[in-house]
T-cell receptor, first 115, second 110 residues
Framework: GAGVSQTPSNKVTEKGKYVELRCDPISGHTALYWYRQSLGQGPEFLIYFQGTGAADDSGLPNDRFFAVRPEGSVSTLKIQRTERGDSAVYLC?????????????FGEGSRLTVL | KNEVEQSPQNLTAQEGEFITINCSYS?????LHWLQQHPGGGIVSLFM???GKKKHGRLIATINIQEKHSSLHITASHPRDSAVYICADSNTGTASKLTFGTGTRLQVTL
């Protein structure tokens, strides 16, 4: 596609539910990043994929968070047993090359609200 | 631990003014990014630089590696420049991971 596409743009869920957030990167971009941005804060790194594999998942806050990219293109961020503290905007970015050498292209984000 | 600090946190300017936003980081970096985020919108990459200076239209970014400092300048500011400007760095030890500052909220008025 023309840009990085994220769905849904908004998601409201109840505490304890399971949530999936999808990222469709720019075609041909091998690097894909997930970030989380809380209100008034800068984005916080979650996980980085190079191709199909998670090259760095050190930013995932706990084992309720998991992400996959099975075919090296679309990625899904999965959150189990959601908590109110998970409420944030989840940003996806893609790049032709591993940061910092590649310019990042961001999606519009998925705003998650956990009630 | 790598920390990225921006100043000022909030900035109000009148149309036409020259604007400077500063960014300091604590450890050696591979590259520094300047990004723009509009309210309710996504993030757009403005610059990626590892040395010297880059210019794009009315925007100029500079970096001083020795002082671990970067600046973003906007010449002849316009209300459409109103946004949050974020700097992010990638330090030499963790090239895959960007550390973001908290952003500078810029409001340009007529």
């Amino acid at each position: 596609g023309a840009g990085v596409s994220q769905t849904p743009s908004n998601k409201v869920t109840e505490k304890g539910k399971y949530v999936e957030l999808r990222c469709d990167p720019i075609s041909g971009h091998t690097a894909l990043y997930w970030y989380r941005q809380s209100l008034g804060q800068g984005p916080e790194f979650l996980i980085y994929f190079q191709g199909t594999g998670a090259a760095d998942d050190s930013g995932l806050p706990n084992d309720r968070f998991f992400a996959v990219r099975p075919e090296g293109s679309v990625s899904t961020l999965k959150i189990q047993r959601t908590e109110r503290g998970d409420s944030a905007v989840y940003l996806c970015a893609s790049s032709t090359r591993q940061a910092p050498r590649g310019e990042l292209f961001f999606g519009e984000g998925s705003r998650l609200t956990v009630l | 631990k790598n920390e990225v600090e921006q100043s000022p946190q909030n900035l109000t300017a009148q149309e036409g003014e020259f604007i400077t936003i500063n960014c300091s980081y604590s450890v050696g970096i591979s590259a520094l990014h300047w990004l723009q985020q509009h309210p309710g919108g996504g993030i757009v990459s403005l610059f990626m630089l590892s040395s010297g200076k880059k210019k794009h239209g009315r925007l100029i970014a500079t970096i001083n590696i020795q002082e671990k400092h970067s600046s973003l300048h906007i010449t002849a500011s316009h209300p459409r420049d109103s946004a949050v400007y974020i700097c992010a760095d990638s330090n030499t030890g963790t090239a895959s991971k960007l550390t973001f500052g908290t952003g500078t909220r810029l409001q340009v008025t007529l």
